[in-house]
């Protein structure tokens, strides 16, 4: 009997792992001398698989891995120890004591964790390292902004806690330019306020991909957290790495199941009725939302077949997409459909494929379910 990962292809993504070694070479020689790499791998690196990408980036020399949560974390140590990971997302009590099993560094945002997280020090004998979030208006975790000295001076103060870094996240830095500068500004002078200066042996980073503007000579921030970008998705406005030409390391296909004539004035409903305007040829798909296309591309998103795009007709369905194949001039049962990549000379980009959805990269990206196989290609081949 076959196993699962011998079986033909229904629905699949291509991850180009060389691509994403390319891209990350490209960000660091775009960014000013001496900042460091703060590589963002949550979710399953985006959708991209956790341990390959991770594999990859350690070959590239990251400084830092930034994940969600404990199991992540403990995914990355099964690579081995060495590389620092932070947990960007506030642990449960019951997860403290991994902080020591898989060497983290946890996230502080309030009081409460500085006294939870001191406490596990002392009972193990072990200073924790930590870093302090502040919440610079964003409203989401993080201490806020105003409380931010007193909880800086009782980190300091904990005789089992050793800070290493502190960091804000802009909340609209894709969208909002004048609301960012307020954050950005705010964050500076509280790190003014703690007398950490561009000397600070402290690891400093409030950017991401679409926001890189904090450096200079005189600033303390030293590091920045990178994300989509690395993956060959790029900012939505102008910044430090928008002239990186990275390219996409993620691909998603389909082929065709089922082809079919229907004839003119035929009444179809896929989702709402209507009679069709000329004979057509559709095409059914073999995946669905249940793989990760979402159903707001009925009647409105596009594939690549044979290097021509074909629209989507009606509903997406939990298994199948319909598409129109009539001005397809060649099509067979079983051929390769790209629902976001390149195809053949012609692409659909995912920023497109996100618009079509009216959601973001993120979402299409960590939606793309498990039953979707995973092939990774390397420069020696798939």
Sequence with gaps: MNKPSQLPLRCWAEIDLA???????????????????????KA?????????????????????FAVANISEAAAIRELGPGWPILLLSPLLPDEDKYLIDYDLIPTISSEDEVQRFN??????????????????????????HSAAPMLHEKICQSNNLSLEGIYTHFSS??????????????FLRLLESFKISS?????????????????????????????????????????????VKTESVFSFHTRIGLIKKLPIKTPISYGRTFTLKRDSTIAVLTAGYADGIPRLL????????????????????????????TDLEQASVGDPVTLFGKRDKNEIGIAEFSQWAETIPWEVLTSISKRVRRIYKTDLGV
């Design 19 to 41: 691509c994403l070694e390319r891209n990350i070479a490209l960000i660091k020689q775009s960014l000013p001398p001496g900042i460091r790499y703060v590589a963002v791998v």
């Design 44 to 64: 399953d690196a985006y959708g991209h698989g956790i341990h390959q990408s991770v594999a990859r980036l350690m070959h590239s020399k990251t400084d830092l």
């Design 119 to 144: 406490r596990l020090g002392d009972k193990l004998g072990k200073k924790i390292s930590v870093h302090m979030k502040i919440d610079t208006g964003m409203g989401r975790a993080g201490v806020w």
């Design 173 to 186: 830095s894709d969208s909002d330019i004048k609301y960012t500068k307020k954050q950005r500004d705010l």
């Design 199 to 243: 000397q600070n042996e402290l690891l400093i980073h409030t950017d991401n991909s679409s926001g890189i503007e904090s450096f200079n000579k005189e600033s303390p921030v030293n590091a920045v957290r990178i994300g989509l970008l690395q993956y060959g998705i790029l900012p939505y406005r102008e910044s430090i790495l928008s002239a």
């Design 298 to 325: 009925a009647n409105r998103g596009s594939v690549i077949i044979n290097g021509r795009r074909c629209p989507i007709l009606g509903n997406i369905t939990m298994d199948q997409t319909i598409i129109d194949i």
